[in-house]
């Protein structure tokens, strides 16, 4: 137990730090700017390359992983949606931010640090297929659904404009791209230049502690005014039901080595991703609601997310339910 709390404690601890800062400092959001594109276009980056270019190529190419631990997110999701809608009679629009709410877990930023120091450098892969597929799938569907609800689409040309705008936001995406030209250096077994090596590697070393830091100010940026109904459902769906059904589908998909399968189930159970509130800011849909839910459910991580581990570390969970 208390190698498990020396591995969360500082880990949301520097949440924490963040949040102090933010409340102390009382800088405007505004002023999160540049860290967050450091952190987004840069750090980031630079460790899911240096996770991927050093991996054999097989590895990468694990399909029946991707498309399994996809289709138990979108499960989750469709879930949210269908209880948003007939539920609370949300219309299309906060139903898809319900939906995110429960299946789009804070992956890009505290997925890579958590994973890596529960489970080591074997995490690398799994974690880096996890959180570019996944935010590459919830960048198509954000938008196409908010169009959809909007009836944004009703010429050609509104269906070409929304087709090219998922395209672009999908393929330029800075992970997507890292994730790209790591594919590619593994594949081909391309040697890095020590020199570029280098600047990978402290980009790389940055990347979880500016995260963490900047989601603290970020939480503290945007206080909680009231506590959505919507929780009741949406919390443990998000950090209970997600990852018991990661951890079962995976099991009944099968031969997965078991650092894959727990790192998947350890993304599944993070908290709601900050990109939620993004996403409802920039729709106008649900985006106090999406704000509340992000403090809410991160609070209780900390106490889900040591749970976990524990039961894994111990041995606990077998890392197959049908070997």
Request: net charge positive; hydrophobic share 60%.
């Amino acid at each position: 137990m208390a190698d498990i709390l020396g591995l969360v404690l500082p880990f949301f601890g520097l949440i924490l730090l963040g949040w102090i800062a933010g409340r102390r400092a009382r800088q405007p959001v505004e002023a999160m700017g540049w860290l967050n594109i450091f952190i987004i276009y840069l750090a980031l980056p630079a460790l899911f390359f240096k996770l991927v270019a050093r991996t054999p190529f097989e590895e990468l190419t694990r399909f029946d992983f991707i498309l399994s631990t996809l289709g138990v997110t979108y499960s989750i999701f469709t879930l949210a949606f269908l209880l948003a809608r007939f539920l609370r009679r949300a219309k299309i629009a906060e139903a898809t931010m319900q939906g995110l709410a429960a299946a789009y877990g804070n992956i890009g930023y505290m997925g890579p640090g958590l994973a890596l120091l529960a489970f080591g450098e074997k995490a690398a892969v799994p974690v880096a297929l996890i959180v570019c597929f996944e935010n590459a799938l919830h960048f198509a569907v954000a938008p196409t659904a908010m169009a959809l609800a909007a009836r944004g689409t009703d010429g050609g040309s509104g269906h070409l404009a929304l087709i090219a705008t998922i395209v672009k936001r999908i393929a330029f995406h800075p992970f997507i791209l890292a994730m790209v030209a790591g594919f590619a250096f593994a594949g081909f077994r391309l040697p890095v230049p020590e020199a570029a090596q280098r600047l990978i590697d402290y980009l790389a070393q940055t990347a979880a502690p500016c995260a963490l830091f900047a989601m603290g100010v970020t939480l503290a940026l945007r206080p909680l005014k009231r506590v959505p109904a919507e929780i009741g459902y949406i919390v443990p769906l998000k950090l209970i039901v997600h990852p018991a059904a990661m951890y079962l589908g995976l099991s009944l998909v099968g031969s997965f080595d078991p650092v894959w399968v727990w790192s998947a189930v350890l993304l599944a159970a993070l908290p709601t991703a900050t990109n939620v509130f993004v996403i409802g800011q920039q729709y106008g849909v649900w985006p106090e609601r999406a704000s509340a839910t992000v403090l809410i459910t991160t609070a209780c991580s900390v106490v889900t997310i040591t749970g976990l581990l524990v039961l894994i570390r111990s041995g606990a969970l077998a890392p197959d339910l049908f070997p």
